[in-house]
């Protein structure tokens, strides 16, 4: 939803969508390129098998994601969060693609999960609120960006 918003500024460049498969997703149809990856539902009260399917949903993510990098061949991986970005945005930067990560509006006091972990990699890490650049120094505050 976060990244639908930033359609616009990528109007008159080459771009393409990578995404989740869900129901519920939103219509993409004015997107020239979508990529429909795959979503496994984890139920993590089953604690001893949690790990080996997260470990498999992984593996299964990233072929696909990799399978679409090597494809497309960006410069730049844009991304605003969630676990789909974590994978994407270290293997782009394997291969020698700029990572930016602009953190969603709802982060006031602290970075998200994805974006704690994209921070070492990240080429630009852009946050909406001034109250996170003084706790991380990285970060470059954008103002209202989603």
């Not at 020239?32 to 001893?48: A, C, G, N, S, T």
């Amino acid at each position: 939803m976060e990244m639908l918003r930033l359609k616009e500024a990528f109007i008159g460049h080459s771009f393409f969508l990578v995404t989740h498969r869900r129901r519920y997703s939103m219509p993409l149809d004015d997107i020239p390129k979508v990529y429909l990856i795959p979503y496994i539902y984890m139920d993590f009260q089953r604690k001893y098998i949690s790990k080996l399917l997260l470990f498999i949903d992984i593996l299964i993510e990233s072929f696909f994601e990799l399978a679409v990098l090597l494809k497309e061949r960006p410069d730049v991986v844009i991304s605003t969060g969630s676990e789909i970005a974590i994978p994407i945005s270290y293997m782009a930067k394997c291969l020698g693609k700029k990572v930016i990560f602009i953190e969603s509006l709802h982060r006031v006091n602290e970075l998200s999960g994805s974006a704690r972990v994209i921070y070492p990699i990240a080429d630009l890490l852009l946050v909406q609120w001034e109250s996170l650049i003084d706790k991380y120094a990285k970060v470059k505050y954008a103002g209202r960006v989603i």
